[in-house]
């Protein structure tokens, strides 16, 4: 025993306390850290910093070192540890588990989508983890034709992403990037012969995203540098002995690239761009070998999008003095000269354009308006715009577009809080939509059961923060429920409330649910990201204390019941609310938590650093530097009573380091004044999503949920 417990004293320990478990029912007293043997201590082994004339000591700094034979041992341990303390809700664990999956069904299919003469769709058979790609020709009459199997694919891994798939223009060849690892970058490229079945000798290892040429033959693949940011594109093409084509290089650290294909097939689209700047180049695919273009040169601060069409081009277009975006449409021949522009949507402070899909005959614009997301149809010869809206006081709605540049028809998806996913095919030529498959959740489920709200609570700025709510008709709001709230508030990326067969299993309860859309999101606009990012950031974390407040002070929650859970950044915001208010919660689920902060902002060696000093900050700068210390969860902890703890990790995380949980709970361990039980569990095969396959997914979401009912005292 050299650092911590061994792993054979923790097996007899997880033995000895399933032989003392009690049913759920029976719990009066939750049993805190006291009952149970004590946890794996990590070794203290201090490591000085010193910056900007301030002075850390990191006594877990050693735990990033994922080839360290005494890190794995730490993790092993840690997860030995929480299956023990967690030994008693097995029975609830099952249970859970098996409810969440009675809600799938699992032999589904999506909705079909044509394309240059098959229809294409996916479908999952019951007891399968992962989906089946499947495509019948001219018409879903004829046989089916198996392309690609991910259930095949993932024999005998622990993980396994499809991270995306193009068939080529003449339908014969099927290229797809996927991995066993489980992280969400670092991708193989390969291509499979449709006539033959086989998978051909190009293979392209560490890609991060790929497209077709229109000629069958030229792959555009971008490949990652050191610290995994997508930087060069190459041109590899099929069968060729020679060395693939550097094709483009992106220098600057804060950007990253990315490519897809005009849905007009006329170009081949390379984006580059950072958080706050970007520029497009072209290279049409007449010319396979040609010369990208640049579309418009970047300048600081402007970030635009292109949408080709055969007479104009439509540039989306943001700047500081429009942060919500405008649409300009430009000429296809001197479109430098922006006199020529003609602005066609207009910058709306009230409403924030999310994305655009063009047509032959229209220009499909995806908008958020008020926070909730609304989808307009422009007329392109006429200018005449048609909106589609939606009734429910909280919902998620998104554009789907069809493959077909002269479709007159595409799809949307609509889902609320209470209401499972429906498909829908919207005629922009008559305005009407068509329900074309709602998910089915198997023994039946009531939406009107179960009451949906959208609450606002007062920051302490005085702004208001919206909140989606659910939960079960008839439930007495006396400050007696428990409640979970959950929360993300980085990146302008949106909370919108979508239906989770899975929650029900506690709203089912007798939990409240509760998705808090604070700032740093873009649920209310642009501005509500800009104003929870960098210097301002810590308005995330009391927007998101001020929900809780509400919730408390209205009675539909109180302190001693009261679960929150956030993951990746959101995890942030767990690490940052427990230290500020830990008061006010009970349970805290903190997945994938980025919560070492200044360590890893500063390590640029790391995923995601350089690109992301326009969230965050960069901490080479003082002023970032200070104000990313007031707030970083790791850096943070100190002598007071916190929670009960969960922190998830994955071993082969590429977003979020698995040291950072492992280094908060060790640390967290040394302070805290409370008996709360603090739990450390790591994915060791997998990466920042956790289990791949979509029932181990729930087996990991029961332990969560039986960690919340267990402390809570249910």
Known sequence: MKLFYSLTYLVAMAGLYSCTSQSTKELSNVPTQNDFPKPPIALKKPETFTEHGYTRVDDFFWLKDKKNPEVLQYLKAENAYADAVMAATKPLQEELYKEMRSRIKEDDQSVPVFSNGYYYYSRTETGKQY????????????????ILDGNQLAEGHEAFILSGMQVSENQNLLAYQSNTTGSYAEFTLKVKDLQTGQVLPDEIEDISGFVWGTDNQTLYYITYDEALRPYRLYRHTLGSKTKDVLVYEEKNPLFTLSISRSKSKEFIILYSGS????????????????????????????????????????LTYKDKQNLNQKIYELPRTGYQDRKSWKEIVPHDPKVK?????????????????????????????????????????????????????????????????NRPMSIFEYDMESGKSTKLKEKEVPGGFNPDAYEVKRLWAKAKDGVKIPMAVVYKKGLELDGKNPALMTGYGSYGMSSDAYFDSDVFSLVDRGFVYVIAQIRGGSDLGEQW???????????????????????????????????????????L?????????????????????????????????????????????????????????QYSP???LKAQKYPNILATGGLNDSQVGFHEPAKFVAKLRTLKTDDNITLLKTNMGSGHGGATGRFDYL?????QYAFIINRIGL
């Open 131 to 146: 989906g089946i790609q499947c495509r019948k020709k001219e018409s879903l009459s004829n046989p089916e034709e198996v």
């Open 275 to 314: 958080f706050t700047t970007s520029e497009v180049q072209l290279l049409p695919t007449s010319d396979p070998n040609g010369t990208f273009e640049v579309f418009l040169p970047r300048q600081q601060d402007v970030m635009y999008g292109v949408d080709v069409h055969p007479q104009h081009f439509y």
């Open 353 to 417: 354009i999310e994305d655009t899909d063009v047509y032959e005959k229209y220009l499909v614009i995806e908008v958020r308006n008020n926070g909730l997301l609304e989808m307009r149809v422009r007329d392109l010869a006429s200018g005449a715009t048609k909106a589609i809206n939606f009734p429910e006081p909280v919902y998620s709605a998104y554009a789907s577009g069809l493959p077909d540049f002269k479709s007159t028809k595409f799809r949307y998806g609509y889902t609320s809080l």
């Open 529 to 571: 990201y800009e104003d929870g990012k960098l210097q301002k950031k810590m308005n995330s974390f009391t927007d998101f204390i001020a929900c809780a407040e509400y919730l408390i002070q209205e009675k539909y929650t109180a302190a001693d019941r009261f679960a929150i859970q956030g993951g990746s950044a959101g995890g």
């Open 573 to 629: 915001l767990m690490g940052a609310v427990v230290n500020m208010r830990p008061e006010l919660f009970k349970v805290v689920i903190a997945e994938v938590p980025f919560v070492d902060v200044i360590n890893t902002m500063l390590d640029t060696s790391l995923p995601l650093t350089t690109q992301e000093y326009e969230q965050w900050g960069n901490p080479t700068v003082k002023a970032d530097y200070d104000y990313i210390r």
């Open 634 to 636: 790791y850096d943070n």
């Open 699 to 703: 087996k990991e979401v029961a332990f």
